[in-house]
């Protein structure tokens, strides 16, 4: 049975439960500097991402709203820990920018192709790789307190650069789509 447009699915309540772990994370992080428990959370968070992708699929529970809402929980929780780091980390702000800008800007293009064309995409691997980068940038500055700046940075900069490059191909991608759809709709 397809549950393309059914939105209580194992795989969203995980989506959810990683949202709920967003405050849990930052309070750990800020306000009990309990380091070691705050990556513990993330890597909670990072195993309920990748569980949910594989239930959905395994179980056929792959929806629209899970295909939207999933990255929403992943962002949401990246750039709050980027937040939480770039009190300490200054160059943490690049890629906390980054992510706010491509976010609303990949946003918007995702539902213009939504509305123009019914079309919901799932991430692609650059998307997926971006995501794995981050979180492990993430996990260490979390749970390695004193990371030399030299590791900080050039971790921060790797991530930086693929998110740029998931930004570009994304936005090609997108674009692509209602271009196809122009086309077959003038034809």
């Known amino acids: 049975m397809k549950r393309k447009h059914q939105i209580l699915t194992i795989p969203n309540l995980m989506s959810l439960f990683r949202l709920c772990l967003i ?3 930052v309070w750990l992080y800020h306000e009990k500097e309990m380091y070691g428990l705050a990556a513990f959370a993330l890597v909670i968070s990072g195993i309920t991402d990748v569980a949910d992708g594989i239930v959905a699929r395994r179980f056929d529970m792959v929806s629209d709203f899970g295909k939207a809402f999933d990255p929403v929980a992943d962002k949401l929780t990246q750039f709050a820990m980027l937040v939480c780091l770039a009190v300490r ?3 943490i702000l690049v890629p906390m920018c980054l992510i706010l800008v491509k976010e609303i800007m990949t946003g918007i293009l995702k539902v213009i192709v939504i509305r123009r064309t019914g079309i919901v995409e799932g991430a692609d691997w650059h998307g ?3 995501t794995v980068l981050l ?10 307190y004193d990371i030399p700046d030299v590791w900080s940075i050039t971790l921060t900069a790797l991530c930086t650069v693929m998110m740029v490059i998931s930004f570009v191909l994304y936005g090609i991608r997108n674009l692509r789509i209602l271009k196809e759809q122009k086309i077959h709709k003038n034809t």
């Open 89 to 91: 980390f200054q160059w």
């Open 128 to 130: 997926k790789a971006t």
């Open 23 to 25: 405050p849990l994370i």
């Open 135 to 144: 979180y492990i940038t993430i996990f260490l500055h979390l749970a390695w």
